[in-house]
């Protein structure tokens, strides 16, 4: 069955370096997401991707949060320079549509990476 | 967004039905009803979703009251496997206009005792 995999699986950075978290979306996918989930709180949206654009994003993705899809499989995250408070899961999601609802629009979700800002 | 209300817990037996609630009061026409669930340790997995009409699949039911203002997800043996949070969230899939962003809430904590 198809996945969405992201690396690293952990990773540990010093407060104020820049950390960039990797993803691979699903093949066929055409539409691509950021998620967060701070430790023991709700996932939280980040930003969403289309076409080579952001589509949409929510207010915890400020000038320090970047995305790219530098070629034609891997979607990537940038925290240019990494708070305390940046510590979460980070889920990276895909899906194949989404306003149709004669399809299946279901989002796609990695395993997650776990940034560790110390 | 709509928003959505579950029970914060809720336990089953293994290999016995469970059925996990939603209100929706304020849904809209074009809301569909989302079901995910987060494994520990995992990233969220869809589960179901449906717009006026009860749904199955192979993993769960999803019953919609005629009125839409609440739904059911059940499971129809719950085994280890099941035990995780579980989600419900309302979106715009239908308008064109809609966000594409799911909106998690805290959800439902299911505990399956073996």
């Known amino acids: 069955e198809p996945e969405v995999t992201q690396t690293p699986s952990h990773q540990v950075t010093q407060m104020g370096q820049e950390v960039i978290l990797r993803c691979v979306p699903i093949s066929n996918h055409l539409y691509f997401y950021w998620y967060r989930q701070i430790l023991g709180q709700k996932v939280e949206f980040l930003v969403s991707?289309?076409?080579?654009?952001?589509?949409?994003k929510s207010e915890i993705f400020d000038d320090q949060f970047s995305v790219e899809r530098p070629d034609g499989s891997n979607f990537t995250l940038k925290i240019r320079s990494t708070k305390l408070e940046d510590s979460a899961m980070y889920f990276c999601?895909?899906?194949?549509?989404?306003?149709?609802?004669?399809?299946?629009?279901?989002?796609?979700f990695g395993q997650g990476t776990r940034l560790t800002v110390v | 967004d709509a928003k959505t209300t579950q029970p914060n817990s809720m336990e089953s037996n293994e290999e016995e039905p469970v059925h996990l609630p939603c209100n929706h009061s304020?849904?809209?026409?074009?809301?569909?009803i989302h079901w995910y669930r987060q494994l520990p340790s995992q990233g969220p997995e869809y589960v179901i979703h449906g717009l006026t009409s009860n749904v199955n699949n192979r993993m769960a039911s999803l019953a919609i009251a005629e009125d839409r203002k609440s739904s059911t997800l059940i499971l129809h043996r719950a085994t280890l496997r099941d035990a995780a949070v579980y989600y419900c969230i309302l979106r715009d899939d239908y308008s064109g206009a809609g966000s594409y962003q799911l909106t998690f809430g805290k959800g439902t904590k299911l505990s399956v005792i073996p």
């Open positions: 999601a895909s899906s194949e549509v989404l306003h149709s609802p004669d399809r299946q629009n279901e989002a796609f």
């Open positions: 304020t849904i809209s026409g074009t809301d569909y």
């Open positions: 991707f289309y076409n080579n654009e952001i589509s949409e």
